[in-house]
């Protein structure tokens, strides 16, 4: 009976299995290998999907890419680019001058341009002037004062004739000289002598916020050398040159300087690239610039120079000659030195009574003197 039972259940369990197969379009199992099944996967294309390439075709050439349609630039003649890309250089006079610590008052002033002398208006007071130099004039707006310990100071304004602008770079100032490289863009280096107290500072400025301090309580009689990398002064009556981009801490090249006599517009001058400065004296004394000579010219009899005390002075070095406005008997004269060969001597060749010394017209070749009011030409004339 049991058997029976068995019988009946496994019948009835391989039908319901018929009817809960696939149906008839169902692939038969023998169509799909069961490891087959198992181990395909789906890949999904990606950006950087490369597809293969058939290997028995020749892959075409490559093609350029598209280039943008060509823009049409105006184009310029050399002449208009040259204008469009450096500026015209300012029109402003060669020479501006009027006498060292001399105000102008509201009156013309002597200009240089174009070759032209005239006297015309400054747009500024100018109550003591400094120096000129490619367009910028530093000059002090107010006469001088006295400190407590009795230096004559003002203040020093830089004015630019090119654009108009003015400003105060500084106060206390006993002297100031504009550096005398040609400055192609910006404000110039000024050397200045700013009183700190007890005595004056050599100071070098490129604006009112720019300034470095070169050498410590100095007189305020300095120079720039010809090319601007140096800078000869006095300290306590001796003369030192120092490089102007710092203090070198050189010793002095002579003592005795400015001693019997001086005045304020007092500076060593550079005799070229001769490797010798002069000062005033009784009437000068050259040394050598590293302190390995110290020459007084004699004239050519071997006799003491006549004392004529320098004021203003230039050196040709084209012509060897020292053009120098000396105090004479009502007033200054402009005389000229012929030196000989190292300057041992010195002979005055021309003289020029009641004259002052304006600057250069042409330099090294001819002066501009003021005589009797007038501005006028003095040329150079070698003494062979």
């Known amino acids: 009976m049991k058997k029976l039972c068995w019988l009946i259940l496994l019948v009835l369990l391989v039908a319901c299995g018929r009817d809960s197969a696939s149906p008839a379009t169902a692939v038969p199992p023998t169509a799909v290998p069961p490891t087959a099944a ?15 390439q058939p290997t028995n075709t020749i892959p075409p050439a ?11 630039i105006p184009t310029a003649t050399p002449t208009e680019v040259a204008d469009e890309a450096i500026p015209e250089a300012a029109d402003v006079p060669e020479l501006v001058w009027l006498p060292f610590a001399a105000g102008s008052f509201g009156e013309p002033v002597l200009m240089v341009e174009d070759g032209e002398i005239a006297r015309q208006d400054l747009p500024v007071a100018v109550e003591i002037f400094f120096d000129y130099h490619d367009g910028w004039l530093a000059y002090g707006s107010y006469f001088w004062e006295a400190t407590a310990d009795q230096k004559s100071v003002t203040d020093l304004h830089l004015y630019n004739l090119a654009t108009g602008e003015d400003a105060v770079w500084a106060e206390q100032v006993g002297r ?3 550096s005398p490289l040609e400055m192609l863009e910006g404000p110039p280096s000024v ?5 700190n107290g007890q005595s004056f500072d050599l100071v070098l400025i490129r604006g009112p916020e720019n300034r470095t301090v070169l050498v410590e309580d ?3 009689y300095f120079s720039w050398s ?3 990398s140096q800078i000869a002064y006095v300290h306590n009556n001796e003369l030192f040159v120092t490089e102007a981009a710092a203090d070198s801490g050189n010793p002095s090249i002579a003592s005795g300087v400015y001693v019997t006599t001086g ?4 500076a060593p001058l550079w005799l070229g690239d001769s490797g010798y400065l002069l000062y005033a004296d009784a009437p000068f004394t050259i040394v050598a610039v590293d302190g390995s000579e110290t020459i007084v010219p004699t004239a050519e009899d071997g006799t003491s120079l006549a004392a ?8 040709s070095a084209t012509n060897n000659q020292l053009i120098a406005e000396v105090e004479g008997m009502f007033g200054a004269d402009v005389v000229v030195y012929q030196f000989g060969e190292g300057f041992e001597t010195a002979v005055i060749t021309q003289q020029i009574n009641d004259a002052q010394l304006a600057g250069w017209y042409e330099e090294g070749e001819s002066v501009i003197i003021v005589s009797g009011g007038e501005p006028g030409i003095l040329s150079l004339t070698p003494q062979e």
């Open 176 to 178: 100031a000289a504009i």
């Open 308 to 315: 004529l005390r320098p004021l203003t002075m230039l050196y």
């Open 62 to 72: 490559p093609q350029p890419r598209p280039t943008r349609p060509p823009v049409n």
């Open 218 to 220: 100095i007189d305020p």
């Open 226 to 228: 010809p090319d601007a």
């Open 191 to 195: 050397a200045a002598a700013i009183h």
């Open 38 to 52: 198992r181990t395909e996967t789906m890949v999904l294309p990606t950006d950087t999907a490369v597809p293969a």
């Open 263 to 266: 005045w304020i517009g007092d």
